[in-house]
């Protein structure tokens, strides 16, 4: 459950070729990549859905703060003395120990906060005690976070513990057995209370028999107040309200240019919510907001996940605003609209054809903006609401966030990825050149008519294929648009301006097949994965059929592996042959086949092959994670300060938003 989704079908992290002329990874630091994203399609929306966009942008922007203070109470006042360092250090900023500075600085906001943000683990800063002394008490001191009479020098002793002593606040979530949990953990949700208290507390609330128990505690501090246990609502007025209000002011606009009415009740229920805290109405709110799901622009906005809390109870804030890609939905309309001809002229038995088919609309989301927990490590999928008795009855939505996902499949592709395992300069720059659009036809592909074409025997048990149905619809799925890719129908309709994008296509399957998505796959290990296990099965049964007439063939050089493919035509006629086979197994429910296919081409990896792609893969060196800058949006108005239009600028300096976002979208008082 939750907003991190990381694989969907068709949009795995294994699809995207190359990069095209856009530059991805802004920069890199330790172990963290951070990329932009594109706004495919975001011309093309009207006036109305991107002032709506712009409004919603504003409110995912505004709860910044909210987040780093949930994080750990002291990173607040350690990003404002970062800030000021970063803003106003008149020394020498040359030095390798500013250096360490600076990606100790990077590194805090990229966690939002001074611990790690998937280890959980604090910080260990790359300079001394003395130089963070040296770095604050040469900056300006009107720009500390100085409490009431303190002097830059008490700062630095109040910091130094905080920043450098390796046992203190070490983890920001401890779930170790055994301790307690609460008081082991660094996070903010609770002060001065222990596991046992908070655990009486909301067993004292909750009523196992209520089927439809709000969230209890999910928006709320707990505190020891007056020998109490206590919860400290996050509300305008309350806890956070300073930002909180600013959330508000920002949802109240965009309520007024809401696309429906039912989104405009939505965002009053939101709006509400804010103001009171009740728990009733945010779920009043998710229940209208799950079944809202025809609309061009969507977001989300709250506090969601309870990954922070170790007792799953209390959410962090966070903010996502996405669109429907109106071009990409263009290409999904061509392509559903030719369903039945595909059918009629697929390769299947026509036995197993659908006499009547009806593609499937897929919806392909982008993300617009990012904000709290989504930022900059951000989900590349949305699967909500959490509470599971609004699942249950009013539904939820679920949607992958295309562009995030492109865009960090290109770079894993890029960053010498390419240049490293494809054969030749021609397919590197076919990849380069066509590798987004042949990407995305497959994926239309595979989602739109793959999934939806063929059908069973009469009296074939659905079930028959049992663990190997799954890996088999993938095959099947993906069989059907690599046969298509290559037909003249693709340029006919426009989809397509040659067959290049298709060579492409027929390249990075081929190539991830049979070499390079195995880097995934620890040594000695079987593909379990049902999208692995496809692909594999799939390139090595196209790879053996083929070899009499030397389809394929592997090259070495200097001890390395690469794929030559030697004709396309024949490479088509053999995803041809085995889309057959696979529809002929599926519609007979032929499990002996089926397990065959599967089990021979599919799951087991040449040790000796897979220890020097590993080898060869480790040498990229590439980050373990990544995250995104957000794009810079512009209002324009006209003469009576409506506004006109939306302007997009992609920003390349992480830092420069980090500090930008610092001075733009802080409204919580350090103290
Ligand atoms: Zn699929």
């Known amino acids: 459950m939750g907003t991190a989704l990381f694989s969907s079908c068709g949009q795995t992290g294994e699809k995207a070729a190359a990069s095209d002329t856009f530059t991805y990874e802004v920069d890199r630091f330790e172990d963290i990549s951070v990329l932009k994203y594109r706004l495919p399609g975001f011309e093309q929306l009207s006036p109305g859905e991107k002032e709506l966009i712009y409004w919603l942008s504003e409110a995912a922007l505004c709860g910044r703060d909210i987040l780093w203070d949930q994080n750990f109470k002291y990173n607040f006042v350690i990003r404002r003395t970062i800030e000021a ?13 500013f250096k360490a500075f600076i990606t100790y600085a990077k590194r805090v906001f990229f966690a939002n906060g001074i611990h790690h943000h998937y280890s959980n683990d604090k910080f260990v800063p790359g300079f001394s005690k003395e130089y963070f002394d040296a ?23 109040r910091l130094t513990p905080v920043l450098f002593d390796p046992q203190l606040y070490a983890k920001r979530v401890d779930q170790s057995e055994g301790a307690d949990m609460i008081t082991a953990s660094a996070n903010n949700f609770y002060e001065g209370v222990t596991q046992s208290e908070v655990e009486n507390y909301y067993g004292s609330l909750a009523d196992p028999s209520d089927p439809r128990p709000v969230s209890w505690g999910l928006n709320s501090k707990v505190a020891m107040v007056d020998g109490k246990v206590t919860e400290i609502p996050y509300r305008s007025g309350g806890l956070y309200g300073e930002a909180i209000d600013r959330i508000i002011a920002n949802l109240e606009k965009a309520r007024d240019v809401a696309l429906s009415e039912t989104q405009k009740m939505e965002l009053d229920l939101l709006i509400d919510y804010y103001r009171t805290g009740d728990l009733k109405i945010w779920d009043e709110y998710n229940v209208l907001w799950a079944g809202n799901t025809d609309l061009s622009v969507d977001y989300i906005n709250g506090y969601i996940e309870t990954y ?7 959410a962090t804030w966070e903010a996502v605003v996405d669109y429907k890609d109106i071009e990409a939905s263009k290409r999904t309309g061509v392509i559903t609209d030719n369903a039945q001809w595909f059918e009629d002229n697929s390769p299947v038995a026509p036995e197993y054809r659908k006499e009547k088919v009806t593609g499937v609309a897929a919806r392909v989301i982008n993300v617009a903006m ?15 609401p959490n509470s599971n008795w609004i699942r249950t009855e009013a539904g939820s939505k679920s949607v992958t966030l295309a562009n995030i996902t492109n865009a960090k499949d290109i770079v894993s592709r890029g960053s010498g990825f390419l240049e490293e395992f494809a054969l030749d300069q021609p397919e590197i720059e076919r990849a380069v050149k066509f590798g987004s659009l042949s990407d995305a036809l497959h994926t239309d592909m595979h989602e739109c008519i793959g999934h939806a074409s063929g059908k069973l025997a009469p009296g074939t048990d659905p079930n028959a294929l049992k663990n190997y149905a799954s890996p088999l619809e993938e095959m099947r799925a993906d069989l059907f648009a690599l046969y298509f890719m290559m037909d003249p129908k693709m340029i006919e309709t426009g989809l397509m301006p040659s067959d290049e994008p298709a060579k492409a296509l027929y390249d990075n399957y081929i190539r991830n097949g049979l070499i390079t998505q195995i880097v995934r796959i620890k040594p000695g290990k079987d593909i379990e994965q049902a999208h692995m296990r496809c692909r594999s099965a799939i390139a090595h049964w196209v790879f053996e059929k083929g070899k009499a007439e030397n389809v394929m063939e592997t090259v070495k050089r200097d001890d390395k592996t690469y794929i030559r493919i030697n004709d396309y035509m024949k490479l088509r006629t053999l995803f041809g042959e085995m889309l057959r086979e696979v ?3 599926k519609s007979e429910g032929d499990f002996e086949a089926g397990r065959s296919m599967i089990e021979n081409y599919g799951v ?5 092959l897979h220890k020097e792609i590993l080898a060869r893969y480790e040498k990229l060196n590439l980050a373990p994670y990544s995250g995104f800058v957000n794009p810079v949006m512009t209002a324009v108005s006209d003469a009576q300060g409506n506004i006109t239009d939306v302007k997009i600028e992609y920003c390349s300096d992480y830092l420069g938003q980090m500090m930008e976002y610092g001075k733009k979208y802080s409204f919580l008082p350090v103290y």
């Open 85 to 97: 360092i970063i803003d106003s250090y008149s020394g020498d900023r040359e030095t390798e120990e």
């Open 370 to 384: 990012l904000g709290g927990d989504c930022y900059p490590a951000s989900p590349l999928g949305i699967n909500l």
């Open 583 to 585: 529809q002929r197994i």
């Open 308 to 314: 922070g809390d170790p007792l799953g109870m209390k």
């Open 604 to 608: 087991k990896i040449d040790q000796d």
């Open 135 to 157: 770095l604050v008490m040469a900056s300006d001191v009107s720009r500390l976070p100085l409490k009431d009479g303190e002097t830059a020098a008490d700062l630095v002793v």
